[in-house]
Nanobody, 117 residues
């Protein structure tokens, strides 16, 4: 089974950018749909973005559309989330997940993103 490790979180000012990475173990990375979710303090985990196994199909939450870009490099078993024009409300723990569209059963440990005003 694939294992996931996120990195790249940190503290950034509003309007800034961060790029998250999700490194996966295993030889079947390209067969998984991969997604980013986030959870802010006191709130439920919410969907952010998803990519098909080959990367040709992506989808985004309305709240991040036009600001965030999901991508993957299957040769490196790594998925990315480029986050631009960050807002204070983007502050959350960001998780990557593997599975199929609509159902993700493998999760990383999360990486904290904090956006200051």
């Amino acid at each position: 089974q694939v294992q996931l490790v996120e990195s790249g979180g940190g503290l950034v000012q509003a309007g800034g950018s961060l790029k998250l990475s999700c490194a996966a173990s295993g030889r079947t990375f390209s067969t998984y749909a991969m997604a980013w979710f986030r959870q802010a303090p006191g709130k439920e985990r919410e969907f952010v973005a998803v990519s098909s196994g080959g990367g040709g199909r992506t989808s985004y939450a309305d709240s991040v559309k036009g600001r965030f870009t999901i991508s993957r490099d299957n040769s490196k078993n790594t998925m990315y989330l480029q986050m631009n024009s960050l807002k204070v409300e983007d502050t959350a723990v960001y998780y990557c997940a593997a599975g199929v569209f609509g159902s993700f059963d493998v999760w990383g440990q999360g990486t904290q993103v904090t956006v200051s005003s």
